[in-house]
């Protein structure tokens, strides 16, 4: 006789943004056979709008969408197995404040940049069995990059429902030092608007040079496309890759020495640091009541 499967984890969403749509659709459209099967069993959005366009993209199967946490509560989809809190840093106090009587024994998973565990279990009237988050937009199109980090309160089954429900959007990779969060959120959460940049001005170079915006466009995102899947799967590090394209006296060397002219790097590195600076000031603001 075949084993019987186990039940599905159940979780809900408060906030029900783009990335909250994109976890929905990941937990849709990649069921992990190895493990247990995670269930939305409900979404929070105050704006009707949103829940609108919620109800209509995911129909079949109807989700069920909620504009407050009484209605969620009062559904049932507030006892669940995680709760997922994707919503504004700068909303999160007062959401953690109002979802504090509901939790139960759920696994809270947050994706709120800065906001630190402590804060969060704080504004949870106490309650630690948190994971926090950090994904990025690629989450968007089903190839995200994710942070994880775990509070001392939290069990290994709490990591991994966080884990199964972040690797429905892409990849994952855990931290052991809160801090550290901070530094991803600079280099993977905030590095897409780094790379759109980059896009920006080549696109905008090779317009300038004569070519349509469009053919401009194309030839900038598939280099981009290239050159990242070539460097994920290459054995070589990036700076051997840059090497192996740099012919002495070429035109990639022309480009790079005037990249080293302006200090592009230099530029580069310190956006990053910025971000990450950022970041930590985002999780001061918060612990200050």
Same mark, same amino acid.
């Given at each position: ?25 990941? +937990?849709? #459209?990649?069921? @992990?056979?190895?493990?247990?099967? !995670?269930?939305? =069993?409900? *979404? /929070?959005?105050?704006? $009707? ?42 909303? +999160?106090? #007062?959401?953690? @404040?109002?979802?504090?009587?509901? !939790?139960?024994? =759920?696994? *809270? /998973?947050?994706?709120? $940049? ?176």
């Amino acid at each position: 006789m075949k084993p019987l499967a186990p039940p599905a984890q159940r979780i809900c969403l408060i906030g029900g943004g783009n990335m909250a749509g994109a976890l929905i659709g990941g +937990l849709g #459209a990649n069921p @992990q056979s190895d493990t247990t099967a !995670i269930v939305v =069993a409900g *979404v /929070v959005e105050t704006s $009707a709008q949103r829940r609108s366009e919620l109800s209509a993209q995911f129909a079949a199967p109807a989700l069920p969408v909620f504009g407050s946490l009484g209605e969620a509560e009062q559904a049932g989809a507030l006892a669940v197995d995680a709760i997922v809190l994707a919503v504004k840093p700068q909303q +999160l106090r #007062a959401v953690a @404040q109002a979802l504090a009587p509901h !939790i139960g024994q =759920a696994t *809270v /998973v947050s994706i709120a $940049a800065g906001i630190r565990t402590t804060d969060l279990s704080r504004w949870l009237s106490g309650y630690a069995r948190i994971v926090r988050a950090m994904p990025n937009t690629p989450a968007l199109v089903g190839a995200g990059m994710t942070g994880l980090f775990s509070g001392p309160a939290t069990t290994p089954a709490d990591r991994d429902l966080a884990q199964r429900i972040m690797a429905a959007v892409g990849e994952t990779l855990w931290v052991s030092v809160e801090r550290d969060l901070d530094t991803v959120t600079a280099l993977s959460g905030s590095g897409p608007a780094y790379v759109f940049y980059w896009m920006e001005a080549m696109i905008a170079a090779g317009t300038r040079l004569g070519l349509p915006p469009a053919t401009a466009q194309e030839l900038t995102i598939a280099t981009f496309r290239g050159a990242a899947k070539l460097a994920a799967e290459s054995t070589e590090s990036p700076a051997r890759l840059r090497e192996q394209v740099t012919s002495p006296g070429g035109t990639t060397a022309a480009a790079l020495s005037m990249q080293a002219n302006h200090g592009v790097a230099a530029g580069i590195e310190a956006a990053v640091e910025a971000a990450f600076q950022r970041a930590g000031e985002l999780g001061d603001q918060a612990s200050v009541d």
